[in-house]
């Protein structure tokens, strides 16, 4: 209870500061992950149209993923993006690309064939096979893979501190540093907060996108 009452004695000492560091942290996770959508969700659809591409992209977005986070900043650090936003977004841009790209493959290859087959019979190009056929019925997957990056972007962009590109990392480390529990939860709860709220804030977009005829099917 001490410990919550000295972390809100530090925001009604400090409140532009914690604004600050939360919206430095909505940003870090933000920007990387609506570049990844439009990066992973077009190579995805290209990828189950060609067996080549698909395999080049899963295995380069598999290998991306094992990288471990400290390791990827240094790597973005060694390459010149120098200090900063601009390597903790290029780190957690290539962290959100996989789960987006399994998914949107995932989702249009499990539309089940008899129905592609029945709109190609009714004359449908492909491109008005995949926008009113196969994105429809795949948009759940998709979004989940979405949630799923945003999710882990939220908590790996606690690690950018390191890298000078703030957020609520910078709570944690000094709280870590200091050994002050209150700065801890400065840190910790905003972005548990904030993980929750994107799931649930991303499933409402998603309840919304899907056509009304396959709400209920989706529930």
């Known amino acids: ?18 604004i600050g560091t939360i919206q430095e942290h909505l940003l870090l996770v933000l920007v990387p992950v609506a570049m990844a959508i439009v990066v992973a969700v077009p190579l995805g659809i290209l990828a189950t149209r ?9 295995t380069i ?46 989702g249009i290859k499990n539309v089940d064939s008899f129905l592609k087959e029945a709109a190609t019979g009714m004359g449908m190009t ?9 994105l429809p019925l795949a948009l759940s997957v998709i979004m989940a ?7 882990i972007c939220i908590g790996t962009a606690t690690l950018a501190v390191y890298i000078g590109a703030g ?16 700065l801890l939860l400065l840190g910790v709860v905003p972005a ?11 499933g409402k977009v998603e309840y919304l996108l899907i056509p009304r005829g396959l709400r209920v099917r989706n529930k």
Request: net charge positive; no cysteine; charged share 10%.
């Open 1 to 18: 209870m001490q410990v919550l009452q000295k972390s809100l004695a530090y925001i009604a000492d400090n409140p532009a500061q914690f």
């Open 126 to 134: 492909n491109l008005q096979l995949l926008r009113m056929v196969e």
């Open 61 to 106: 977005t598999n290998i991306v993923q094992t990288i471990p986070s400290l390791a990827m900043l240094a790597i973005m650090i060694i390459v010149g993006l120098g200090l900063g936003n601009r390597p903790a977004m290029t780190a957690l841009f290539l962290y959100s690309l996989l789960p987006i790209l399994r998914n949107t493959l995932i």
């Open 145 to 151: 893979g979405i949630r799923t990056a945003t999710v």
């Open 167 to 182: 957020g609520v990392g910078t709570y944690i480390v000094r709280g870590l540093q200091l050994m002050q529990n209150h």
């Open 192 to 202: 548990a907060i904030m993980a929750l709220l994107a799931d649930y804030l991303l």
């Open 50 to 58: 060609y067996r080549w591409l698909e395999r080049v992209a899963v």
